[in-house]
C-alpha cells in the first residue's frame, strides 16, 4: 500500500496532483526568474524527487524558463505548480501554497536573497543565501 504525503492542486480545481514523501528541501526562493514567472515577490518551493509526485491530472503547460529548467503551469487559470530540470529523473519542485495543507512544508531556508526586493523583509531564523545555496547573505 502506497502513503500519500500531500495532495494539491491549482485554482480552479482542474489539476490536481498526489506527493508521495515529505520534501527532501523547502525554501523561500527570491530570483527575478520566479518573481516574473509567479508575478510575487518570492515563492516557496518544496523538492521532491521526480518519483515522488504521481497522479497528476488535469491540463499541465510545461514552458522552458531557462535552457536547463521549465514550469508547469495549470493550462486553464495559469496556477504556478512545478519547477523542474529538462531531465525527466531530476528533481522536482513544488509551490508549497498549491499544497491542501500548505502548513505542512514550512520553509527552512530562504534562498537568491540577493535578488528580493527591498521593501520584502526576510524571514527572521531562518538561514538567508545569496544564491541557491552555500553563500550567505550580508
Not at 480545481?13 to 508575478?39: F, I
Not at 522552458?64 to 508547469?72: F, I, Q, V
Not at 500548505?102 to 543565501?129: D, F, K, N
Request: aromatic content about 8%; charged content about 15%.
Amino acid at each position: 500500500m502506497r502513503t500519500t504525503f500531500a495532495e494539491g492542486g491549482c485554482g480552479c480545481g482542474a489539476v490536481r496532483y498526489t506527493l508521495l514523501c515529505p520534501p527532501t528541501d523547502v525554501a523561500d526562493c527570491h530570483c527575478r526568474m520566479c518573481q516574473r514567472y509567479v508575478g510575487a515577490a518570492s515563492v516557496t518551493w518544496a523538492t521532491f524527487p521526480a518519483e515522488a509526485l504521481e497522479g497528476v491530472r488535469g491540463g499541465v503547460t510545461w514552458v522552458a524558463s531557462s535552457a536547463s529548467a521549465r514550469r508547469g503551469f495549470c493550462a486553464a487559470c495559469g496556477t504556478s505548480l512545478f519547477f523542474a530540470g529538462n531531465a525527466g529523473s531530476s528533481p522536482v519542485d513544488v509551490t508549497v501554497v498549491s499544497l491542501d495543507h500548505p502548513e505542512r512544508c514550512p520553509p527552512t531556508a530562504q534562498i537568491w536573497v540577493a535578488s528580493r526586493q527591498h521593501w520584502v523583509a526576510l524571514l527572521p531564523g531562518l538561514p538567508a543565501h545569496r544564491d541557491g545555496g552555500g553563500d550567505w547573505a550580508p
